[in-house]
């Protein structure tokens, strides 16, 4: 186990997330947007035809959201050499990919201060868990597991504490993609919340049946 910061010049990390609020609305649904940007060109490259799985657990105001994919995985080099870069992208010339901003990381910890990443490839899996000190000072605590996941593929894992207009945004974009692209969407949520915005959607549909 090793921990690797990755430091953003000063007030460049300020400069990004103003661009990323330029471009939505909510910092939460630029977190969701980017994570899962990337596992559907992971799929794309992987030529995966699986769905792209998608999982929130609410909490309240608090979102917990899992995106995690089959496609092409990142070795320990990868994570920590791209994927962990600010603005590092290796698909703006790729023109069959959604992806290409290279603010994924950046994109998650303007909304949450923590995030997991596990990723398999090449029989190996890697685990980074990063957190954010702020002053675009994030540290990342990289480990590999000592028996390898069975499936090459990426997983991220992180939570949003969000105000409800923030949680809407971020379930109806959700819902939006799931029209758009190839992707399984779980929502583990006590059924007996109707504060949940998609539990209003599965009640409906039950009244309906």
Do not use: C
């Amino acid at each position: 186990m090793r921990r690797v910061n990755t430091q953003i010049k000063k007030g460049a990390d300020n400069l990004t997330i103003e661009a990323i609020s330029s471009l939505y609305n909510y910092r939460a649904v630029a977190a969701v947007r980017e994570n899962i940007s990337n596992a559907i060109d992971a799929h794309t490259e992987a030529g995966q035809t699986a769905p792209v799985d998608v999982t929130l657990i609410p909490n309240n105001n608090a979102v917990r959201i899992i995106v995690a994919d089959t496609g092409i995985g990142m070795t320990t080099h990868e994570v920590e050499n791209d994927y962990l870069s600010i603005e590092v992208s290796r698909k703006r010339t790729k023109d069959d990919l959604i992806g290409g901003h290279g603010v994924g990381v950046l994109a998650t910890f303007a909304a949450t201060g923590s995030m997991t990443v596990i990723s398999t490839k090449e029989g190996a899996t890697t685990t980074a868990h990063g957190v954010n000190h702020g002053y675009g000072d994030i540290e990342w605590t990289i480990d590999a597991l000592d028996e390898p996941l069975p499936d090459t593929g990426t997983t991220v894992d992180f939570t949003l504490d969000t105000t409800r207009p923030e949680l809407n945004a971020v379930v109806q974009y959700v819902l939006m993609l799931t029209y758009l692209h190839n992707i399984r969407l779980t929502v583990a949520a006590n059924e007996a919340d109707t504060s949940f915005p998609l539990n209003h959607l599965f009640v409906s549909m039950r009244e309906m049946e």
